[in-house]
């Protein structure tokens, strides 16, 4: 089994950053694929970034191209997510997820999840 704890969010306003941090414990993910989902009140979780643990190769949603930029740290087995020029509609619940069964940005694609953490971004 694989935990997820994340940690990170908080209040900001337009154009500020905030990172987010998913703590990785329970097993070896180097055959992983790492990532990012949010959900914002009455949408559905989307996709927002991904790392494949082992080659550190990194895939992004169109929508934070440019701004976002997710890592992850060996040592710490931990993986971030910088969040950059920070927008009202990026406000949601952040979501870290793991995967071994795939790779992509499709949410059935991840079996674990971590429970989330608040990103609230004023105007």
């Known amino acids: 089994q694989v935990q997820l704890v994340e940690s990170g969010g908080g209040f900001v306003q337009a154009g500020g950053s905030l990172r987010l941090s998913c703590a990785v414990s329970g097993r070896t993910v180097t055959d992983y694929d790492m990532a990012w989902f949010r959900q914002a009140p009455g949408k559905e979780r989307e996709f927002v970034a991904a790392i494949r643990w082992s080659y550190g190769i990194t895939y992004y949603a169109d929508s934070v191209k440019g701004r976002f930029t997710i890592s992850r740290d060996n040592a710490k087995n931990t993986v971030h997510l910088q969040m950059n020029s920070l927008k009202p509609e990026d406000t949601a619940v952040y979501y870290c997820?793991?995967?071994?069964?795939?790779?992509?940005?499709?949410?059935?694609?991840?079996?674990?999840w971590g429970r989330g953490t608040q990103v609230t971004v004023s105007s």
């Open positions: 997820a793991a995967t071994n069964t795939g790779r992509g940005s499709r949410l059935d694609l991840y079996n674990y």
